[in-house]
């Protein structure tokens, strides 16, 4: 057991030194208050979990909120913006939230490119034909590299924040559930520090250790399929023949989120920023093995060789070379949960994929993420630390029926398009699907799709 060890570096202003020992859940609780906890006009203070677009979201809603925050992020370093990782869309009410946080709005449009329509479209493998099922030109997302999204918003947040290299281990609550105890690991030193607040927020994604403590040996729902992804950089070669193809084939490219279904299967694929392509392919199979606590998995050689030779079989040619000249493809197992029951203990509450991991295909992980941080930092800037339990029973009432809703359609969504078995009809089959079936297929059908809670600022520009 690591010894709880005196900081050596300067503190924010809630980082105090350890006098006592870690246990694996909890720690032992000193009976008597810190001052600093105690003093009456000081700022609510909130310590926030994982680092991601969920974590530094809330961070940002919660500042607005006056209150400060402190996030225990275990990476040791921001992420940059390299060309690997993955797209994400992300529709007009997060736009909105986005550009209410950052000092200029208009950095978000810079930073992503319109996704105006949805369309849903057949393939024939064997003859390589298309045909159009569904068209929305009214979809009114926006395509975002993960990498660009983060560094748009942790720039514009405070740096001393940010406790980079800091592994999330154990907290307690007080007796009187009015604060809580967070310890956490200092990965370069294996040091174990202590950090004090009023709330914390787990935000700490689909495996979340927060959640943990609570419900042990709840576990995710392997949705039956994976996904190989993948981001071309043609920003070099952006006259070649593959991008030539890739647009003829695909001439909305640039605005539109295409989504191509095959027999069993679909792909998804549309234009980012900086001249990069994202592609997605969903594949029926059995659950892998997985190792550690990462949902992706590492590929070799053989494994992209062997892929590349079934989508020959599956796919327009076009795209096949768009996947053939992707550098570094990797695999997403794709996971869902089912609903909880609630989304705060005490002074604990879940945001983001911590609180509901989905499947992608509603699009709905980052914009509950965004959704999520707003409406908790909205409560609690309604209600006050005096008030924190009724801030956070209104966040939960808010978040949690809506949340549960889109997980459930976003795996029907899933199955829908990969061809699996569903509840009380045959699998979707685009060969003999009706025109009617095919309107199922719309992202603009998931529920709540345009809503906006009353909460949320209704003088919130939508640009």
């Known amino acids: 057991m690591a010894r709880a060890a005196r900081a050596t570096f300067l503190a924010p202003p809630f980082l105090e030194q350890s006098r006592v020992l870690i246990l694996p859940l909890c720690f032992v609780w000193e009976k008597q208050n810190k001052k600093t906890m105690n003093e009456k006009k000081r700022r609510p203070r909130a310590v926030i979990v994982g680092g991601s677009i969920a974590g530094i979201s809330s961070a940002h809603a919660l500042i607005k909120a006056g209150w400060e925050v402190q996030i225990l992020e275990k990476s040791t370093s921001p992420p940059t913006g390299s060309s690997t990782g993955a797209g994400l869309g992300l529709d007009p009410l997060s736009q909105s ?276 941080a707003a409406v908790l930092g909205k409560c609690l800037e309604k209600w006050g630390l005096e008030n924190l339990q009724s801030a956070l029973a209104e966040y939960q009432s808010i978040r949690l029926p809506v949340s549960s809703k889109q997980v459930l359609h976003s795996r029907y969504m899933g199955r829908l398009k990969q061809g699996l078995a569903l509840p009380d009809c045959e699998p979707f089959n685009p060969r003999v699907a009706t025109p009617q079936d095919y309107l199922e297929l719309q992202q603009k059908n998931i529920p709540f799709f345009n809503d906006v809670p009353q909460l949320i600022d209704p003088t919130l520009k939508f640009y």
């Open 97 to 372: 939230l986005i550009q209410s946080w950052i000092s200029h709005p208009l950095l978000l449009l810079h930073s992503t490119l319109p996704l105006t329509i949805d369309q849903n479209q057949a393939t024939d493998g064997e003859a390589k034909a298309r045909r159009i099922l569904t068209k929305d030109e009214n979809f009114n997302f926006r395509a975002a590299h993960w990498a660009d999204l983060h560094g748009l918003l942790h720039n514009e947040l405070p740096p001393d924040i940010f406790l980079w290299g800091h592994h999330f281990l154990s907290f307690c609550t007080s007796e009187d559930k009015a604060s809580v105890k967070i310890a956490a690991k200092v990965l370069q030193t294996d040091e174990i520090v202590e950090i004090f607040g009023d709330l914390l927020v787990g935000a700490d994604g689909c495996l979340s250790s927060v959640l943990q403590t609570f419900l042990p040996n709840l576990k995710l729902r392997y949705s039956g399929y994976c996904a190989w992804r993948g981001v071309l950089d043609f920003s070099e070669n952006e006259d070649s023949e593959t991008i030539i193809g890739i647009r003829k084939a695909y001439p909305e490219l640039g605005k539109c989120l295409y989504f191509d279904l095959g027999s069993g299967t679909h792909i998804v694929l549309y234009e980012l920023l900086k001249k990069k392509i994202n592609w997605i392919w969903y594949i029926n199979q059995p659950e892998p093995q997985l190792k550690g606590n990462s949902l992706t998995m590492k590929v070799h050689d053989e494994m992209v060789r062997k892929m590349q030779e079934q989508a020959e079989k599956v796919w327009v040619p076009e795209f096949v070379r768009v996947i053939k000249e992707t550098k570094e493809p990797f695999i997403n197992v794709i996971y869902d949960r089912d609903p909880l029951e609630q989304l705060v203990w005490d002074n604990v509450v879940l945001v983001g994929d911590a609180a509901h991991p989905t499947t992608p295909h509603g699009l709905r992980s980052t914009n509950m993420s965004i959704l999520d």
